[in-house]
């Protein structure tokens, strides 16, 4: 079974200041991996991926995120805050060769203050 | 929320009424999916279609129905046996046949039953 896991359920960050949201994965194979934002009663919105090759992604509205093999780990990263960053944040996994389910973190609540 | 669309934003029911929520994309997807999202516990899957007139139960699909009968349209009816229906509805679509692998949901319907 794949899992996911979000240790932090609210993160807050001041404007300009870099941000990081936490994810670990657990899977039996080789992970795709996934990261979506949520805005309030909005649905999810793809950010970037990590499939195969560099560990670095870099994605949408200047997001970027690390695949750590050995730490089971890709966090979300970001230089510079904006308040337009605030939104729920979740990370996904889907093995590699399955069909294609995704499987969620809870989600990580990201406050960017001005 | 790209080519997928959901309707009603927001339906109300009754307990003991079952309830269809609708979803279309024009994406040309083979695959779809709907998932739950409840406060703190991420998106569960309920059910999947990897092509039209098949479909597979996901994690929580107790007192849940679908239909596949067209590509484009992927109906979930939630039945009276559901005990806590209740909750936040997205519908996504993704084509396993492109090396993308990114799922795309539409905006999702807020079912609220009393």
């Known amino acids: 079974a794949q899992s996911v896991a979000q240790p932090e359920d609210q993160v807050n960050v001041a404007e300009g200041n870099p941000l990081t949201v936490k994810c670990t994965y657990s899977?039996?194979?080789?992970?795709?991996l996934f990261w979506y934002v949520q805005y309030p009663n909005r649905g999810l919105q793809f950010l970037l991926k990590y499939i195969t090759g560099d560990n670095l992604v870099k994605g949408s509205y200047g997001f970027e995120a690390e695949f750590n093999k050995s730490q089971t780990s890709f966090h979300l990263k970001k230089p510079s805050a904006l308040v337009s960053d605030s939104a729920l944040y979740f990370c996904a996994v889907s093995l590699s060769g399955s069909a294609r389910q995704l499987t969620f973190g809870s989600g990580t609540q990201l406050t960017v203050l001005p | 929320d790209g080519g997928i669309t959901q309707s009603p934003k927001y339906l109300f029911r009754k307990e003991g009424q079952n309830v269809t929520l609708s979803c279309e994309q024009n994406?040309?997807?083979?695959?779809m999916y709907w998932y739950r999202q409840d406060p703190g516990q991420g998106l569960r899957l309920i059910y999947y279609s990897q092509i039209v007139n098949d479909f597979q139960k996901g994690d929580i699909a107790e007192g849940y129905s679908v239909s596949r009968e067209k590509k484009e349209s992927f109906p979930l009816t939630v039945t009276s046996a559901q005990k806590n229906p209740t909750a936040f509805y997205l519908c996504a679509s993704s084509d396993p046949g492109l090396a993308t692998y990114e799922q795309y949901f539409g905006p999702g319907t807020r079912l609220t039953v009393t």
């Open positions: 994406l040309n997807h083979d695959a």
């Open positions: 899977v039996s194979g080789n992970p795709y």
